[in-house]
């Protein structure tokens, strides 16, 4: 993937989320009646200004991206005149005011509902919720759970495909609680297996807390044929070649691929025998597999990759996940829900210093994500601009002053003391909020920058 592919799936979720977000500033003010005087995707310089409607609203695009705004008439930005009063927005009732101000992030999550039932409604081809297990000294063997099981629901909460599973999963992570797993085995017999999450670590940043379960997705055993070979690598070096089928290491037969990367992986350092077939003839080489680093772990590698197979998948991988309109509906204002509440609960242990701040993601991240769902396909892609509206929604309606929810938080006062706050102490607050908001970009920059370099 070059750049681009990156970019151009990032910016137009950045500008479909802003668009909608100011948006509904913007349709809730005109039926307030307030007069809107400029509607800009983008903050600083107008790179395009085009003025429409009886109003002469001005429609800009402006040349810095991360965000946008809705500029209304108001006595406290400049001078209006006395026709025009009833219509600027300091003048409003206060209950108006916080109607205007919350549709923002409002509109975010109801693009996000939209999202998700129109992908539920129409069906989407999903992973089956198939495990695998990574090795035995995880929770999800000690658990009880072997290859091949189908999970059929989590805690009596239905299970169709692997993302529903990891959503659970991650959920009662969070909580620090045990859960009961439905599994259907590959005999098919019914089983419940207790999986304790209390000590799951989920403060890490960059690796996945599903797989540090000791859970990923099944696969079919795939033969331990070499498709190609790392020059210099310890297998060219020993002389294998391609074509080559490994059969077992250190006189310990493979059941496939998987189990060859698993047991070269724990070598590091140390010699292995490989017995290969090559054109019908048994062979044995002896090899060291080469330490690496692989997201900080020291891993072993011999430097060949798997032949291509000819499995495309069918109904043992995946399956058509479809809900109908009104069960539709309700799976994804859940799912809205369930998102919403996930994020502030891991701003919420941010703040209380229980989980890194190494788990805030900016731009660089997000514009990452963008460029890989959208290479697996468009219901991806819209799942991912999904997550991030809630993301973006929750954000807006956290009480910091400069964004939506301390805008709101100052509504809530005024409406309990009976009167508008003193404009002195919204001028503090505004310049605590700035300060709050240049240090979250700051740390979440930092933190995609470490991804980057770290890899």
Same mark, same amino acid.
């Not at 900016?362 to 991912?384: E, M």
């Given at each position: 993937?070059?750049?681009?592919?990156?970019?151009?799936?990032?910016?137009?979720?950045?500008?479909?989320?802003?668009?909608?977000?100011?948006?509904?500033?913007?349709?809730?003010?005109?039926?307030?009646?307030?007069?809107?005087?400029?509607?800009?995707?983008?903050?600083?310089?107008?790179?395009?200004?085009?003025?429409?409607?009886?109003?002469?609203?001005?429609?800009?695009?402006?040349?810095?991206?991360?965000?946008?705004?809705?500029?209304?008439?108001?006595?406290?930005?400049?001078?209006?005149?006395?026709?025009?009063?009833?219509?600027?927005?300091?003048?409003?009732?206060?209950?108006?005011?916080?109607?205007?101000?919350?549709?923002?992030?409002?509109?975010?999550?109801?693009?996000?509902?939209?999202?998700?039932?129109?992908?539920?409604?129409?069906?989407?081809?999903?992973? *089956? #919720?198939? @495990?695998?297990?990574?090795?035995?000294?995880?929770? =999800?063997?000690? $658990?009880?759970? +072997?290859? &091949?099981?189908? %999970?059929?629901?989590?805690?009596?909460?239905?299970?169709?495909?692997?993302?529903?599973?990891?959503?659970?999963?991650?959920?009662?992570?969070?909580?620090?609680?045990?859960?009961?797993?439905?599994?259907?085995?590959?005999?098919?017999?019914?089983?419940?297996?207790?999986?304790?999450?209390?000590?799951?670590?989920?403060?890490?940043?960059?690796?996945?807390?599903?797989?540090?379960?000791?859970?990923?997705?099944? *696969? #079919?055993? @795939?033969?331990?044929?070499?498709?190609?070979?790392? =020059?210099?690598? $310890?297998?060219? +070096?020993? &002389?294998?070649? %391609?074509?080559?089928?490994?059969?077992?290491?250190?006189?310990?037969?493979?059941?496939?691929?998987?189990?060859?990367?698993?047991?070269?992986?724990?070598?590091?350092?140390?010699?292995?025998?490989?017995?290969?077939?090559?054109?019908?003839?048994?062979?044995?080489?002896?090899?060291?597999?080469?330490?690496?680093?692989?997201?900080?772990?020291?891993?072993?590698?011999?430097?060949?990759?798997?032949?291509?197979?000819?499995?495309?998948?069918?109904?043992?991988?995946?399956?058509?996940?479809?809900?109908?309109?009104?069960?539709?509906?309700?799976?994804? %204002?859940?799912?809205?829900?369930?998102?919403?509440?996930?994020?502030?609960?891991?701003?919420?242990?941010?703040?209380?210093?229980?989980?890194?701040?190494?788990?805030?993601?900016?731009?660089?991240?997000?514009?990452?994500?963008?460029?890989?769902?959208?290479?697996?396909?468009?219901?991806?892609?819209?799942?991912?601009?999904?997550?991030?509206?809630?993301?973006?929604?929750?954000?807006?309606?956290?009480?910091?002053?400069?964004?939506?929810?301390?805008?709101?938080?100052?509504?809530?006062?005024?409406?309990?003391?009976?009167?508008?706050?003193?404009?002195?102490?919204?001028?503090?607050?505004?310049?605590?909020?700035?300060?709050?908001?240049?240090?979250?970009?700051?740390?979440?920059?930092?933190?995609?920058?470490?991804?980057?370099?770290?890899?």
């Amino acid at each position: 993937m070059n750049l681009f592919d990156y970019l151009i799936p990032f910016a137009l979720a950045l500008g479909v989320l802003i668009l909608v977000h100011e948006l509904g500033h913007y349709l809730v003010a005109r039926a307030c009646g307030v007069k809107v005087l400029r509607f800009s995707i983008g903050f600083g310089k107008a790179l395009l200004v085009r003025r429409a409607g009886r109003d002469g609203t001005e429609w800009a695009i402006g040349a810095f991206p991360l965000g946008g705004y809705v500029k209304m008439l108001d006595e406290r930005e400049g001078e209006v005149a006395s026709e025009e009063l009833h219509r600027a927005f300091n003048r409003q009732t206060v209950w108006k005011r916080f109607a205007i101000v919350a549709a923002g992030p409002i509109a975010n999550f109801l693009l996000a509902i939209a999202l998700y039932w129109g992908m539920f409604a129409v069906g989407t081809a999903e992973l *089956r #919720p198939r @495990i695998a297990l990574g090795d035995m000294t995880t929770i =999800a063997a000690a $658990a009880g759970l +072997r290859d &091949g099981d189908l %999970v059929v629901a989590v805690d009596d909460e239905p299970i169709r495909s692997w993302q529903e599973l990891r959503w659970a999963l991650l959920k009662y992570a969070v909580d620090g609680r045990s859960v009961v797993l439905h599994v259907r085995t590959l005999e098919d017999v019914d089983a419940f297996r207790t999986l304790d999450l209390r000590d799951v670590d989920i403060d890490d940043g960059r690796s996945d807390p599903i797989g540090r379960i000791g859970l990923r997705p099944w *696969r #079919p055993q @795939i033969p331990a044929v070499i498709g190609r070979l790392v =020059a210099g690598g $310890a297998a060219e +070096r020993a &002389g294998i070649r %391609v074509g080559d089928e490994v059969k077992a290491i250190d006189g310990e037969a493979l059941a496939g691929w998987t189990q060859l990367v698993d047991r070269v992986r724990h070598a590091a350092g140390r010699e292995l025998r490989l017995d290969v077939e090559r054109a019908g003839e048994r062979l044995t080489f002896n090899l060291t597999p080469d330490l690496e680093t692989d997201n900080g772990h020291q891993v072993g590698r011999i430097g060949v990759g798997v032949a291509d197979p000819g499995i495309t998948g069918g109904p043992e991988l995946f399956a058509t996940v479809r809900y109908g309109v009104v069960e539709g509906l309700t799976k994804a %204002v859940r799912q809205t829900w369930e998102t919403s509440v996930l994020s502030l609960q891991m701003i919420g242990r941010m703040l209380l210093g229980e989980i890194s701040w190494k788990n805030l993601s900016g731009p660089v991240t997000i514009a990452d994500y963008a460029g890989q769902t959208a290479q697996l396909g468009l219901a991806h892609y819209l799942k991912f601009v999904a997550m991030i509206s809630i993301s973006l929604g929750v954000l807006n309606l956290l009480p910091i002053p400069v964004l939506d929810g301390g805008h709101l938080l100052y509504y809530v006062v005024e409406i309990i003391k009976g009167g508008p706050i003193p404009e002195r102490i919204m001028e503090i607050g505004q310049q605590i909020g700035l300060a709050l908001l240049i240090m979250l970009m700051a740390f979440a920059f930092y933190n995609d920058i470490n991804r980057l370099i770290s890899g």
